[in-house]
């Protein structure tokens, strides 16, 4: 021993070893492909995971070797998040919703060995499968049953890793340039469960009494680290298979007593509608709470969950670069006994960050940005669970400072409590004569107005003040709204200068594949739009 304390590595056949060993009974209930539900226990779970490391070492791979998975949110992908790293391979969850000529591409830089792959999704693999190197396929609820089989749970040895190996891999969803890729380490992942676990006073209390369904998908990185979570602290788990239709999901929360989930704003604005639809036709008294992140959650949403339906939403942020919980917004000291719509915009800041995290927002000057809730600088960040670097992407290093703080590329302010509010992209974030405009705040204002569904705010090139913003909406079903009236919905809560010269309506606003609006792609729709102003 040469430190003071014991040299004991964080690594992932701890949490592993802890779930099977403590919560033996605990439940993890998945919606098969069939609707019907698969049940089984943390107990079956663990030598399923101990099962799935002994057959990919009896594969003969080398340590470090990428085990890819393409699979929708399941049991046999938990036992693939468990049973790869705890056989000193590296998860990479493959992100279903690409293209296939992203997926073949990222397959190939990230050096897949092995994937696992969903029956329902052979047809996406048979695209791409011809430009990787992958040497073995296991299909679930098939050819993956026969690997298990061959394997002896009890032949499975805690490989004693260094906690700085890698233990998933995850690549961005960016939407300009070549995706990129993210290693994670056991200690990062280790410590990133118990920031998770710890930040109750954040809001997020996932504890053995819950029941947690996540309804982000595991292939967005790693489904914000709750399947880690919930084995550490022993919560029931649910997983929707493929069925994240809104309908779907509420007979889900209902059918399994869900407490808390978690997902992008744009699956809660559906459940949101389908609920105001119909209030009654679902018993919800188990849920609580539910994790909203991945892009700003609008107020208007949250107030509606809160206000209509009894529930709180916990805003979170964070990027696949930073594993990717990073802050959460909940009201701590004087905000926990504000009125109401003191706590909604509390709610609606992206909040502070988890133990262990740290942030500064930097301007065009270099220069710190005060906690004013006014100036606005590119977000920093850095902490245990932040990435220091992209796999083998050397081209990218200029996105971490000397002095060790990533740059996220998120405009931010801070209000004086030191909440951080997302503002935009550094690409999307509209610059009017020098001056700039959040995108993000327009958005949220107007997905505030009754008829509006969705909305959008892009730049526009305009001759005098460079950039002029456009209002990109989608109507609710059966609404109209005309320019003149979101225009004086909004005024009195803006400057002049940043209200939309122009809204255009279209039936819908194109996604990416996590569910974030794509704007490179409005904008490319809309190179200019009637400037009126
Ligand atoms: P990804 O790595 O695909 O998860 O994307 C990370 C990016 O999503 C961040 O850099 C933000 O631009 C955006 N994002 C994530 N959470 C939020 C949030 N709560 N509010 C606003 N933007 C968010």
Known sequence: MKGLMMDFQLTLPTILKRAETYFPHQEIVTRMPDRSFHTYTFADFGKRARQLAVALKGLGLAPGDRVATLCWNHYQHLEAYLGIPCAGYVLHTLNLRLHPNDLGYIATHAGDKVVIVDRSLLPLWEQFKDRTEIEHVFVVEDSYEELLAGANADDYEDPRLDEDTAAAM??????????????????????????????????????????????????HANAWGYPYTCL????????????????????????????ITAGVPTIWMGILGMLDKEPARWDLSSLHS?????????????????????????HGWGMTETSPLATASDYVGEFRTADEETQLDVVAMQGLPLPLVELRAIDDDGNEIAWDGEAMGELQVRGPWVAAGYYDTPEQADRWTDDGWFKTGDIASFHPKGYVMIKDRSKDVIKSGGEWISSVDLENALMAHPCIAEAAVIAIPHEKWDERPLAVCVCREGESASPDELREFLAPNFAKFWLPDAYVFVDEIPKTAVGKFRKTALREQFPTAPVTS
């Open 170 to 219: 995850c690549y961005t969803s960016g939407t300009t340039g070549m995706p990129k890729g993210v290693l994670y380490s056991h200690r990062s992942t280790v410590l990133h469960t118990l920031g998770e676990a710890l930040a109750s006073p954040l809001g997020l209390h996932v504890t053995e009494k819950e029941t947690f369904l996540p309804v982000v998908p595991m292939f």
């Open 232 to 259: 550490m602290v022993g919560a029931k788990l649910v997983f929707p298979g493929p069925f994240l239709d809104p309908e779907t999901l509420l007979d889900d929360f209902e059918q399994q007593g869900v407490t």
């Open 290 to 314: 539910m994790l909203v992140g991945g892009s700003a959650a609008p107020r208007a949403m949250i107030a509606g969950f809160r206000q209509r339906h009894g529930k709180t939403v916990v």
